[in-house]
């Protein structure tokens, strides 16, 4: 199966956490964290669709100025996550810049952010830069029992809340289904392939009635001219297979409740990004900065049972220790890190 999501881990294992999320035949990005994102040319920092950041201390968040000004003089609504109180630490560092020229600027630059917490509704605001970003509240989210807070398109953005002495949220991206086609389908019916079978993907994915037209090309550049045909036709083309899982997990002290947290968001994930800044040997030390040693963070990939584990977020006291790191998450998660 071919993968629907791509990871990049923006300052390897041991910089400012930050994680880069392409999506195939998706124009938008996904960045979790918004450390050091120097690694982010941009081009790559305009395609982000989404912002979700677990918390805001300084490593998790110095990188958001870089961001904003690239975003500035661009029309685009950008959704941001955070914890409970993120919004405010939002608001005041726009509010740390002046704005009394904003209305020369045509495009407007708007940043609407959900607070998820435990209570039953989420908090939302939203802050624009032709209103020199002013506070608006928005109608509050309803918390949804399985931690969903941002449907983006075919994915969807879940978040748990975890306990780093202040809130820290873990992330969730998932694929709703993934979609195979049939080739041998394909070839039966006398149909190319190409960039139509998007539109194949789509139409149901998204539950289009079955006569549905769905316009048959080879390339971009033929579309406009293409001829159509129903879907209940071409319906059969499509195979669904259960969709891909990657899930980020930083900052957390290794408590029980936490462990449940983390856990039950991980679970079967295909690929699980998880903080495991200090060596099992300093338990103590993990315990009072409220981080999780190697062996915590192997043994709730193992908990979870998830595919591929991919540790960071290393102290740097590590310095050319990182091979015993990992294979301490080795030993206790059962997985080979490549």
Known sequence: ????????????????????????????????????????????????????????????????DRLLRLLIGREKVLPV???????????????????????????????????????EQWARVRLRLHRGFEWEDLPPQEAK??????????????????????????????????????????????????????????????????DHPVPVYSRRSEAAAALSRPLAELRELVRETPGQRLVYLTDFADTPANRDAAIALARDADNLFIEAPFAAADAAVALDRRHLTTQA????????????????HFSPRYLGQEAQLLAEVEAASGLEIP
Not at 160 to 165: E, F
Not at 297 to 312: H, S
């Open 1 to 64: 199966m071919r993968p629907t999501l791509h990871p990049r881990l923006l300052n390897g294992r041991t910089g400012d956490p930050a994680l880069y999320v392409e999506a195939l035949h998706r124009t938008e990005a996904i960045l979790l964290d918004c450390g050091e994102l120097s690694a982010l040319s941009p081009r790559h920092l305009l395609r982000v669709g989404a912002l979700a950041v677990s918390h805001a201390h300084m490593d998790h968040w110095a990188g958001f």
């Open 81 to 119: 996550v955070g914890p409970q109180g993120f919004a405010r630490r939002l608001f005041h560092r726009l509010q740390a810049y002046t704005w009394n020229l904003v209305d020369r600027i045509p495009a407007d630059l708007c940043f609407e952010v959900t607070e998820i917490t435990p209570a």
């Open 145 to 210: 029992p399985d931690g969903t807070v941002l449907p983006l398109g075919p994915l969807r953005l879940r978040a748990a809340v975890l306990d780093h002495g202040t809130p820290c949220l873990g992330f969730a991206i998932e694929e709703m289904a993934h979609l195979n086609i049939w080739r041998t389908g394909l070839d039966a019916l006398g149909l190319p392939t190409g960039p139509w079978l998007d539109g194949l993907k789509e139409a149901v994915i998204s539950g289009r009635p079955d």
């Open 297 to 312: 963070a192997g043994e709730i990939a193992r908990g979870a049972k998830v595919r591929r584990v991919e540790p960071f």
